[in-house]
C-alpha cells in the first residue's frame, strides 16, 4: 500500500508486453491468414456489389442501384464505385501475378486512370519504392504520376478536393485559393464542382492537390451539399452571399465551431433546418 493525501492506495502490477518477443510459428499462420481475409475483403466486397449491379437484384425494393446501396449498406453511389473499380484491379494484379497484393480499395484508387496492361507494372513499381511493403495511397499515386509522362499527367481523382490556381485564367476570375471537388477526370483537365456553381475542362496546370484524406474529402462534400442548398433556395442576401464565400475559400476541410454556428443560423434562417 502507498500513502497519498493521507489515504492508502493500492499498487496495482501492470504486464508489460514487449513488442519486440517473436512470433511463434502457429502465429505467423494466424496473422497471415488473418491478412489474407483482410486484403480479400474489399474485393469480395467490390465484386459481390458489381454482381448486385449488373444483375438488378435490389430492383424489388428500390427504384436504383444508387438508392439501394445508400439504404442497405449507407454508401453513396461513388463509394460503391469505387470498391467495384477496385476489385477490378484486384482481380488485374492478382491475374499477372504481383507478389504482394492490395489490402484495401483507396489503396488502388489511382492505378484506375492506367490500362489493365499498365497497373501491374506501376504497382510492383510502387511496392519497389516502399521497400518491398505494400504501398500506400500516396506512395501509388506518386508512382502513377511520374509513369505517366513524368508526373505531368491528370493523377487526381473523382471526389478529391483539389484547389484553385486561377492565374490569368478568365474562366477562374475569382476563383483564386477556392477549393473544389472534381467530379469528372479528363486527360489533361478535370470537371469541377464548386461551392457556388461547376466549371467543366480546368486544365490540370490551373489546380493544386491539397492532401486531404478521403475523410477530409467527405467532410468538404458534405459542406459543399449545404452550401449548395442555400444558394438553390431564395434570394440571399449580401452578408450572406459573403459569409458563403468565405466558406468556398477554407484552407482546412473543417468548419471552425464559430462557422458552424454562422451556417447552421444561415440554414435555419433560410428554412433548410429547423431545431
Known sequence: MLASA???VEAIEV?????????????????????????RAFYQAGSALQELRDRRLYRDGYDSFEDYCRGRFGHSRQKANYLITGAAIYRTLSAANCPLLP????????????????QPTVWNEAVA?????????????????????????????????VGILAKDNPRLKGKNNCWAIVTAVHLRSCDLRLH?????????????ELGYTEGDCQ??????????????????EDTALAFLGILGKLQRPYLSALEEEMLTMLEKYYGLVTD
Open 129 to 161: 519504392v516502399a521497400g518491398g511493403r505494400t504501398p500506400d495511397h500516396r506512395i501509388v499515386r506518386e508512382t502513377v504520376g511520374k509513369y505517366r509522362d513524368k508526373g505531368k499527367a491528370n493523377v487526381f481523382e473523382v471526389g478529391e478536393v
Open 103 to 118: 489490402s484495401s480499395e483507396y489503396q488502388v484508387r489511382p492505378l484506375a486512370v492506367l490500362t489493365p496492361q499498365q
Open 196 to 208: 457556388d456553381g461547376a466549371i467543366d475542362l480546368v486544365k490540370i496546370e490551373y489546380l493544386k
Open 6 to 8: 493521507g489515504r492508502g
Open 15 to 39: 504486464e508489460v508486453i514487449q513488442s519486440s518477443r517473436p512470433l511463434s510459428e502457429e502465429e505467423v499462420r494466424d496473422r497471415e491468414r488473418l491478412e489474407r481475409t483482410v486484403e
Open 219 to 236: 467532410t468538404v462534400r458534405r459542406l459543399c451539399d449545404r452550401l449548395s442548398r442555400l444558394r438553390e433556395g431564395e434570394e440571399l
